[in-house]
């Protein structure tokens, strides 16, 4: 099969392709339908893409267009979603979901819950556990996903969104940035709203 990833880190998914026998192309700029006509890809995987892919590419790949996405969705769908799930208390994840016109709402084919020590690790360590987590889970799962052969679920919860804007803003209130324990910056976040809710009229 041949495979186009859209990733700027796509070293595991690579490897897991080589095993398979797939052959595969990296992109990382805005995706065309030229683009890919010209290629003859019959599989894309989306990982750390910034690009929101246009839906008339979508409708032409069907199901075989998926997104790798650090998440336990509906939860925390758009940016930063490791920093919200512990922030907010949602559940943490990894998830591989079908892509649709929406930013991380298409139908979820398999995901996998993850639970970490708020008190010992940082954004990063947590943020490298998930990544390891996701890569691992499309690992095991490549051969039947690119067959079609994992049935895909509509969540019936709405779930969460924060956007790249949210995130920055948050992350500013942080001396260490990502390198910040995760039980010290939900404190910080917990009087952060504090201080707003006290400050409206």
Request: aromatic share 14%; net charge positive; glycine share 6%.
């Amino acid at each position: 099969m041949k495979v186009l990833i859209l990733s700027p880190y796509p070293e595991a998914i690579i490897k897991t392709l080589k095993i398979s026998n797939d052959t595969f192309f990296t992109y990382t700029s805005k995706l065309s339908l030229e683009f890919l006509k010209e290629n003859n890809f019959e599989f894309i995987i989306s990982y750390g893409y910034k690009y929101i892919i246009k839906e008339e590419i979508i409708k032409g790949f069907k199901n075989n267009i998926i997104n790798l996405h650090i998440s336990y969705l509906p939860f925390n769908k758009g940016y930063y979603p490791n920093l919200w799930s512990h922030l907010e208390g949602t559940p943490c994840g990894v998830s591989i979901h079908k892509i649709d016109k929406g930013i991380d709402t298409g139908e979820i084919l398999i995901q996998k819950k993850c639970f970490f020590d708020k008190q010992k690790l940082t954004f990063r360590n947590s943020y490298e556990i998930l990544k390891k987590e996701l890569e691992e889970l499309f690992r095991e799962n490549w051969e039947l996903l690119k067959r079609g052969k994992i049935s895909s679920i509509k969540s019936k919860k709405n779930g969460t969104f924060r956007s790249k804007i949210e995130g920055d803003e948050i992350l500013k209130l942080l001396d260490k940035g990502w390198d910040t324990k995760i039980d010290a910056a939900i404190k910080i976040y917990q009087d952060y709203l504090f201080t707003i809710k006290n400050s409206l009229p």
